[in-house]
C-alpha cells in the first residue's frame, strides 16, 4: 500500500489577465460611482476632496504592495485569515473569520448590490425614486446570481469578471473624457478657491477618509485566492498595476 498522502489542492486556473481583473473589477464598483458625491459635501470644498482621495490611494498601495509580499511568501489561499493563524494564532484568527464570515463581508456585499440594483431601476422610474422593495430583489437576484456564477466554474467566473472590468473601466473613461471636454470649454469655477469653506474638524475627515477607503476596497481580493493563480509570483508583483491605474483615473 501507498503510505504517501494526498494532499487536497485548488487547480491553478487563474492566470494573469484573470488575477488584474479580480482585484480591478472587484475596486472599481458601486463605490467609486456614489462616494465622490459624499466626500464632497463631507469635507466641504473641491480641493480638499482630491486631496482626500490622493492620500486613500497612496495607503492602499503601499498596502497592496505588502500584501504582494505576503502572497509571494505565504502561498496559501485565505488572505487575512492565513496570516493571521501564521502569526498570531487559531483563536485570533477564527475571532476575525467569525466577524468577517457573519458581518464585515455580508454587509459589505449588501451594501454594493443594494448601490448596483439602485442605478439598474433608476431608468425605469424617471424622476421618482423607485420602490424600496423593488430594489432589494434586484439587489438579491444579483447576489444569487453571482454566487451560482462563481460556483459553476472558475473560468467562467473569471471570464465574467473581466468582461465586467472592461464595462466598468470603460464607463470611467467615458466620465474622464467628459471631465476633460468641460474643463477645455472652460467650466474651471471649481478649481477657483478650491480649498474655500474646507472642514478641517476630526468627524468630516474621517468619514471623507472612511468613503474614499470603501470605494478603493477590494485590492486584497486576490491574496483569498493564491492557490488557483497560475503563476503567484507574477500575478503578485503585478497586484499594484490595478490601484495604480485606479488612482490615477
Do not use: H
Not at 500500500?1 to 472587484?26: F, H, P, Y
Not at 482621495?53 to 505576503?70: D, H, Q, R
Not at 466577524?99 to 455580508?106: A, D, I, K
Not at 446570481?145 to 470611467?172: D, H
Request: proline residues 4%; glycine residues 10%; neutral net charge.
Amino acid at each position: 500500500m501507498d503510505d504517501k498522502t494526498q494532499k487536497l489542492s485548488l487547480r491553478r486556473e487563474v492566470g494573469l489577465v484573470g488575477a488584474v481583473s479580480l482585484i480591478g473589477g472587484t475596486m472599481i464598483g458601486s463605490g467609486i460611482f456614489m462616494s465622490p458625491q459624499t466626500v464632497l459635501s463631507t469635507i466641504g470644498s473641491p480641493g480638499a476632496s482630491l486631496v482626500v482621495w490622493a492620500c486613500c490611494g497612496l495607503l492602499v498601495i503601499l498596502a497592496s504592495f505588502c500584501y504582494a509580499e505576503l502572497g509571494t511568501v505565504i502561498r496559501e489561499s485565505g488572505g487575512e485569515y492565513i496570516y493571521i493563524l501564521k502569526t498570531s494564532g487559531p483563536v485570533v484568527a477564527f475571532l476575525l473569520i467569525f466577524s468577517s464570515v457573519l458581518f464585515v463581508r455580508p454587509a459589505s456585499i449588501a451594501g454594493i448590490a443594494l448601490s448596483f440594483a439602485q442605478y439598474v431601476v433608476a431608468p425605469f422610474y424617471g424622476d421618482c425614486p423607485p420602490p424600496v422593495l423593488t430594489v432589494k430583489c434586484v439587489a438579491a437576484a444579483a447576489i444569487l446570481v453571482l454566487a451560482i456564477v462563481n460556483c459553476l466554474n472558475v473560468r467562467f467566473s473569471m471570464s465574467v469578471q473581466v468582461f465586467f472590468m472592461t464595462v466598468k473601466v470603460l464607463a470611467l473613461v467615458v466620465i474622464i473624457i467628459g471631465g476633460v471636454v468641460m474643463l477645455i470649454r472652460g467650466n474651471t469655477g471649481s478649481f477657483e478657491d478650491s480649498f474655500e469653506n474646507t472642514n478641517l474638524g476630526i468627524n468630516p475627515i474621517g468619514i471623507a477618509f472612511y468613503q474614499g477607503l470603501w470605494s478603493y476596497d477590494g485590492w486584497n481580493n486576490l491574496n483569498s485566492a493564491t492557490e488557483e493563480l497560475k503563476r503567484p509570483e507574477v500575478s503578485k508583483r503585478m497586484e499594484g498595476f490595478p490601484l495604480i491605474t485606479a488612482l490615477s483615473c
